[in-house]
């Protein structure tokens, strides 16, 4: 589907000057790497749309012949180095002439809300003031302001990175789950099942697994914990098998081993002595699978709130639902410390299989 760059002109194209009218050549400056950034973008198939508020054009103090001298020559220098615009839209009204077309009013964008063939998730406005962003809201897409913390270099490699997310909502007459993940933005993480414990195992498969997690779960916890673990690994699995979308280019396999990094952060030093010695293997192939090996038993029945029986349920569960096929295996040690690095062991195997490593889906067969 068709994507859109909605593009300010004045402080973002281009420098605003002090008197914020650009109306003699020598006023144009390019903003730092506007150029490279536009040729990215438009070769990842972006259009672009500049919106423009020029206030008074056509006044005694904006003459229309000042602004247009400027205004070819801006256009010129872009096409020049192959970046053209579809449209290029203008308010000359002034901020009290109460007209529809003021940024951020949407009068000038109106034939575009109307269209429904472009993809709102992957287009953006981008401009250098709050009104651009206002701008962004109220045509319900992304918005980016240019500034201190914000280059055009780095918009663009935000557009140009995956959005593989997914929102699921899950509402039963035993639970009400909301899960969120961005696979491809780490480091956010918002976590409330009510289980403090099973809380701390969700972050470990994010910390790990090196993507953003928000679960919100409210459950039957008065029964007990069983069907809110259950149905928050159906969510999750459902929310990373619907982001990871049609697989192209995923690592696809994931393993980790007792000895690697995971679980020496998950120790520390003098803990590696009482090895509890976990592995994970997964393979993300449509074919739901579990083999959960325990070479010894948990040494207790309960870890905090979380009965320990539920750790390989849950690993069921959401194995089910994202179409994964998963060996775990942990060997003797401290219950707590056995389902910790199961959680975290399995993050790390995960990591490794979400990430992007190429272009390509990783099957013969065409389909995962
Ligand atoms: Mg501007
Ligand atoms: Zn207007």
Redesign the pocket.
């Known amino acids: 589907m068709k994507r859109y760059l909605f593009v300010d002109r004045d402080g973002t194209l281009i420098e605003e000057p002090a008197d914020e009218q650009v109306d003699r050549l020598g006023k144009i400056r390019l903003k730092p790497g506007v150029i490279p950034a536009l040729l990215r973008l438009r070769d990842l198939g972006y259009a672009f749309v500049m919106v423009s508020n020029q206030d008074g054009l056509g006044t005694e103090s904006f003459p229309l012949m000042d602004f247009n001298t400027c205004h070819e020559f801006i256009l010129n220098l872009f096409s020049s180095q192959g970046i053209g615009f579809e449209q290029v839209l203008i ?3 002034r901020p009290g ?1 109460g ?1 529809a ?2 940024k951020p009013r949407t009068g000038l964008v109106a034939p575009y809300l109307a269209d429904q063939g472009w993809d709102r998730s992957r287009s953006a406005f981008v401009g250098d003031r709050e009104s651009d962003l206002e701008m962004a809201r109220a045509m319900g897409i992304r918005g980016y302001m240019l500034g201190e913390g914000l280059s055009w270099a780095q918009v663009a490699d935000d557009l140009a990175l995956p959005r593989r997310t997914a929102r699921i909502c899950r509402a039963t007459s035993e639970t009400e789950i909301e899960v969120e993940v961005d696979l491809d933005r780490p480091g956010r993480r918002s976590i409330d099942t009510g289980i403090g414990f099973f809380d701390h195992m969700l972050d470990q498969i994010a910390t790990h697994g090196n993507f953003s997690l928000s679960v919100h779960a409210k459950g039957d916890l008065k029964v007990d914990c069983h069907h809110t673990i259950e149905d928050t690994g159906l969510a999750l699995g459902q929310a990373l098998r619907e982001a990871l979308g049609d697989k192209r280019g995923i690592g696809r396999f994931g393993f980790a081993l007792p000895m690697d990094e995971v679980h020496a952060e998950a120790f520390g030093r003098d803990a590696l002595a009482e090895d509890p010695g976990v592995a994970a293997t997964l393979d993300i192939s449509g074919r739901p699978h579990v083999e959960f090996s325990l070479d010894a038993r948990f040494t207790r029945d309960q870890v905090g709130e979380m009965p320990v029986q539920m750790v390989p349920h849950f690993f069921e569960s959401l194995a089910m639902s994202m179409g994964l096929t998963l060996h775990l295996a942990a060997g003797p040690g401290n219950a707590h410390h056995q389902v910790e690095a199961l959680f975290k062991c399995f993050g790390r195997a995960l990591r490794g299989a979400l990430a992007i490593t190429g272009t390509a889906l990783p099957s013969t067969k065409g389909s995962l």
Do not use: I, N, S
């Open positions: 308010c000359p009204h002439d007209c077309c003021r």
